[in-house]
């Protein structure tokens, strides 16, 4: 546990309850889990707050205890914020009614703050509840899911388009092959896996997948396909769909992987 972060948390959350519109306050990835927390976490909240309130905490950050140490505040689309610090620290949070924040996706989760001791837990108890967003995929549809989006990234790249073709490779087939990882292969630490992201700390669940993944998504985008799929093999096996990949193969002029 990071005492410097918890610290500095609770000084927000102080400055939060303060403010009369303000309702509750959860924590949520390392804020929430706070035995995590380390010198590169960053800050992590939901606000609640009455309704109408909602624009004070997207476009003014005077409710920080440093205001005037903000060096970037960016309202993102879907109406959260987040912002830099001089030192460094970094905050990134969502904004809503505790009847808003309830139909929201959460993860990890904590109450900071709750001011009447009930409407902003049973918000978050909502948010928790909401389903997966890619939900509980099974092994063979991920790993089918995972040739297919090698097969688009790799149309892009023959195509000249580097860029999207590269990020098609290195963002949906990485996701696809670890929601299969999530689905068929037994973590080595399960208590690292993300109920949200499934990216997050699969260093610690799948070492030796990610450190596969690591080093193909480092090459050019072709090379990086080719030995996206080089793993796959080595750690699913014949439970990755062959036709599949016999088929996108042929398509590219790849010799046997």
């Known amino acids: 546990m990071n005492d410097e972060f918890l610290r500095w948390r609770d000084a927000v959350v102080t400055a939060l309850a303060a403010r009369e519109d303000v309702l509750g306050v959860a924590g949520l990835g390392s804020t929430a889990a706070t035995a995590r927390a ?12 009455s309704p109408g309130a909602e624009d004070r905490y997207r476009h003014h950050v005077d409710w920080l205890p440093v205001p005037d140490d903000v060096v970037a505040h960016l309202v993102e689309w879907h109406g959260g914020g987040k912002v830099l610090l001089r030192d460094g ?4 949070w969502g904004v809503g009614t505790p009847e808003a924040v309830s139909t929201w996706l959460a993860g990890e989760g904590t109450i900071l703050f709750d001011r009447d001791g009930e409407t902003a837990t049973r918000a978050l108890a909502s948010a928790q509840r909401t389903p997966y967003p890619q939900g509980q995929q099974t092994e063979a549809s991920a790993l089918t899911n995972f040739v297919i989006a090698l097969h688009h990234g790799m149309s892009r790249v023959r195509r000249g388009e580097l860029v999207s073709g590269g990020e098609i490779i290195r963002s949906e087939a990485v996701a696809a092959l670890l929601r299969a990882a999530r689905a068929g292969l037994e973590p080595l630490d399960a208590s690292a896996l993300d109920t949200l992201d499934v990216r997050r700390r699969v260093e610690r669940a799948f070492p030796a997948l990610a450190s596969g993944i690591t080093d193909a998504v480092a090459k050019d985008p072709e090379s990086a396909a080719k030995a996206l799929l080089s793993v796959a093999l ?5 439970r990755v769909p062959a036709d599949a990949v016999a088929a996108v193969s042929s398509k ?3 010799q046997r992987v």
């Open 38 to 49: 380390d010198e590169w976490s960053d800050l992590d909240m939901f606000i609640m707050v």
């Open 89 to 92: 620290r970094f905050i990134e």
């Open 234 to 238: 080595k750690h699913f096996g014949d």
């Open 252 to 254: 590219f002029g790849w």
